[in-house]
């Protein structure tokens, strides 16, 4: 939930600290500065540099070198040099391997591809307001997805983000003067998919008329 911390008019200024790097950026607003909650994301599901197998478009095999540890009712991201995949719903699982269906994303590679996979973590029950929105921070201290959800859910806002100092660092909106707003709906889930052997946090900042 979208927790106001206090009503202003003139200049803002916003200051993120980020794995003991700073950033900070200064906007002009009238209306509500508001905070969605951080969430520290875990790492990549153990022994996740396993291999995607089988693959047809949306579709693939992922062998693991030892027990993935998943449930099977987990959503998934799914990334490899040069793409990767989100809304993933692994349809069956043994120990060692999971068929998946990937919703979104670039299609599967040919062949037999070393791949990192990322259980999806939410944030829920906001309500950011696309018309609204004067200043939008995303950031994660490892390389993350981060998805943007409207209450159908349909994806509004898709971004790979990092920390202020990585490539890619931080999601920050607008960089120009007179930048259209990056979704005009109401953001409502956010998931976060971290791509990263260590646990990350995640940092949404917005700043609302």
């Known amino acids: 939930m979208t927790t106001p911390v206090g009503n202003v ?14 950033f900070q950026s200064a906007v002009n607003a009238q209306g509500t500065v508001g905070l969605s909650p951080s969430i520290t994301a875990p790492a990549i599901v153990s022994g996740a540099a396993g291999s995607l197998v089988e693959a047809t478009g949306t579709t693939g095999t992922i062998t693991f070198s030892g027990p993935h540890g998943l449930a099977g009712t987990e959503t998934l991201a799914v ?13 069956s699982q043994t120990t060692n391997s999971i068929t998946v269906s990937a919703a979104a994303g670039t299609a599967f590679p040919a062949g037999t591809t070393a791949v990192n996979v990322a259980v999806g973590q939410p944030i829920t029950d906001l309500s950011m307001i696309g018309s609204n929105l004067q200043e939008l921070i995303i950031s994660s201290t490892q390389t993350a997805l981060v998805d943007l959800l409207d209450s159908v859910p349909t994806s509004r ?15 920050i909106w607008p960089q120009t003067a007179g930048e259209s707003t990056p979704f005009s709906q109401t953001i409502v889930d956010v998931m976060v998919y971290n791509n990263s052997t260590q646990s990350a946090v995640f940092t949404l900042l917005a700043v609302m008329a």
């Not at 008019?9 to 700073?22: D, E, F, R, W």
């Not at 990334?79 to 809304?87: E, M, N, R, V």
């Not at 971004?159 to 660092?169: I, K, Q, T």
């Open 9 to 22: 008019t003139g200049s803002v200024q916003l200051v993120a600290s980020i794995n003991n790097q700073v």
């Open 79 to 91: 990334f490899w040099t040069g793409g990767y995949a989100w809304k993933v719903t692994i349809t």
């Open 157 to 171: 806002l898709t971004e790979l983000v990092g920390p202020s100092n990585g490539n890619p660092g931080p999601y």
